[in-house]
C-alpha cells in the first residue's frame, strides 16, 4: 500500500477533467444565456443587444477551446499539439479567472459577514443590503468564477510539471 500524493499523470487528470467540466458548465451557461439574451441583460439600460451578444459569444468560445485544451493536457492527441498552443491559453484563462473570481468573492465574503458593509473598497452609498437577491446572485456568481480559477491553475501547474517530467509515475513523499 503507497501512502503519499497520487502519481502527477493522476493529479492532473483529476484536474483536467474538473476543469473540462467548469468550462463545459460555462459554455453551456453563456449559449443559454446568448439564446435568452432579453432576460439576460436584464433590464436593457446597459449595453445594446450587440455588445452583450458579442462578448457572451466570446466567452461561449473561450470556454468551448478553454474545455478542449483541458482535455488536450491528458489525451493522447492533446501531445501532438504544440506546448504553447496548449498552455499559453490555459494560463490566460486560469489568470483571467483569479483576477475575476479572488476579489469578487472575497469582496462577497467580507460584506457577508459585516466587515466592509459599504464594499471591498467603501465605494458605495450605502450599505450592501446582505438579504436582496441581487446580493446572494453577486455571491454565486464570484464563487463560480474562484471555483474555476481553483481548477484551472492546477491543471496549468500540473501539465507543465508533467511535460518536464514525462516519465514520472512515481509518487512525492
Known sequence: ??????????????????????????????????????????????????????????????????????????RPWGGRLPVWLVRLPLWCGAVLLVVRGVPGLVENITTATGLTPYGLL???????DRASGEFWTSMAINTYFFVGAVVLLPLVVLHGRQRRHPGQEKSAA
Not at 122 to 128: I, N, Q, S, Y
Open 1 to 74: 500500500m503507497r501512502i503519499g500524493r497520487p502519481p502527477l499523470r493522476r493529479r492532473t487528470e483529476f484536474w483536467a477533467y474538473a476543469a473540462f467540466g467548469w468550462l463545459t458548465a460555462s459554455f453551456v451557461w453563456h449559449v443559454g444565456m446568448g439564446v435568452d439574451y432579453r432576460s439576460s441583460m436584464g433590464d436593457g439600460k446597459g449595453a445594446p443587444a450587440w455588445v452583450f451578444l458579442a462578448y457572451d459569444g466570446l466567452v461561449a468560445v473561450m470556454s468551448a477551446v478553454g474545455a478542449a485544451l483541458a482535455l488536450a493536457t491528458v
Open 122 to 128: 467603501g465605494l458605495a452609498h450605502e450599505p450592501v
